[in-house]
C-alpha cells in the first residue's frame, strides 16, 4: 500500500523567512509525485507533478524537488498569500489513484 | 486551462433525502473522474473512480449503494448520496483527469454538504 508523510504538521513563518516542507513517500513503483496546494473551504489547487528522482520545477516562490524516497517544498522569501495547507500525494504505476499525505499547513505573518 | 466545476457548493437537506452533486471539467475532456470526502483538518480520502460509460470503482469501506456515481460524459459525473444522515455531512470534493497522456488531477471546488 502506497504510504505519504509530511512533515511538520504546522510551519509558522515570518515574511521573507525561507523554509522547506518534507513528503516522504513508499510506493511500488513511482509513477509521479504531485503537490497541491488546498485554502481553507476550497478544492486542492495543482502546483507541480515530478516523475524521477533529480527532476525540479519551479513556480513563482515554490520549488520542488524529488529523490528516491522524498520531496522538497521549498518556499522562498514567503509573503501572507502563501499562507495554506500544502499536500503531497503519489501516484503509482498500478493505477491512476492519488495517495495524499495530511498536509502541511503553512502560516506566514506580515 | 484545466478547470473543474462542481454544483452546488453548498447544500443543507434533511435526514433521509437524497443530494446530488455535479462534477464537470469545464475545458477538457476527463477520461476519469474521481470523488473525495474530507473531515476538518484531516486529507482527502478517496471514495471511487469513474471511467466514463463505466460502472464506478468504489474504494473499501464505501457503500455503492449510498454513494451512487454516474459518468454519464467526458465532462460529467455525478454523486448522489442517497438517504442522507447526519454522519454523511462532509466536504465533497471531484477531480478530473484528461486522460492517459497525462496524469494530473485537476480538483473542484468541493461542495459542504451538512445534514440536518
Known amino acids: 500500500e502506497d504510504q505519504v508523510t509530511q512533515s511538520p504538521e504546522a510551519l509558522r513563518l515570518q515574511e521573507g523567512e525561507s523554509s522547506s516542507l518534507n513528503c516522504s513517500y513508499t510506493?511500488?513503483?513511482?509513477?509521479?509525485l504531485f503537490w497541491y496546494r488546498q485554502d481553507p473551504g476550497k478544492g486542492p489547487e495543482f502546483l507541480f507533478t515530478?516523475?524521477?528522482a533529480g527532476e525540479e520545477k519551479e513556480k513563482e516562490r515554490l520549488k520542488a524537488t524529488l529523490t528516491k524516497k522524498e520531496s522538497f517544498l521549498h518556499i522562498t522569501a514567503p509573503k501572507p498569500e502563501d499562507s495554506a495547507t500544502y499536500l503531497c500525494?503519489?501516484?503509482?504505476?498500478?493505477?491512476?489513484?492519488?495517495?495524499f499525505g495530511a498536509g502541511t499547513t503553512v502560516t506566514v505573518r506580515a | 486551462g484545466a478547470v473543474v466545476s462542481q454544483h452546488p457548493s453548498w447544500v443543507i437537506c434533511k435526514s433521509g433525502t437524497s443530494v446530488k452533486i455535479e462534477c464537470r471539467s469545464l475545458?477538457?475532456?476527463?477520461?476519469?473522474m474521481f470523488w473525495y470526502r474530507q473531515f476538518p483538518k484531516q486529507s482527502l480520502m478517496l471514495m471511487a473512480t469513474?471511467?466514463?460509460?463505466?460502472?464506478?470503482?468504489?474504494e473499501q469501506g464505501v457503500e455503492k449503494d449510498k454513494f451512487l456515481i454516474n459518468h454519464a460524459s467526458l465532462t460529467l459525473s455525478t454523486l448522489t448520496v442517497t438517504s442522507a444522515h447526519p454522519e454523511d455531512s462532509s466536504f465533497y470534493i471531484c477531480?478530473?483527469?484528461?486522460?492517459?497522456?497525462?496524469?494530473?488531477?485537476?480538483f473542484g471546488p468541493g461542495t459542504r454538504l451538512t445534514v440536518t
Open positions: 515530478l516523475y524521477s
Open positions: 469513474s471511467n466514463e460509460g463505466s460502472k464506478a470503482t468504489y
Open positions: 510506493v511500488s513503483g513511482l509513477r509521479g
Open positions: 500525494a503519489v501516484q503509482g504505476m498500478g493505477d491512476y489513484k492519488l495517495s
Open positions: 475545458d477538457f475532456q476527463a477520461t476519469t
Open positions: 477531480s478530473a483527469s484528461p486522460g492517459l497522456a497525462t496524469y494530473e488531477q485537476y
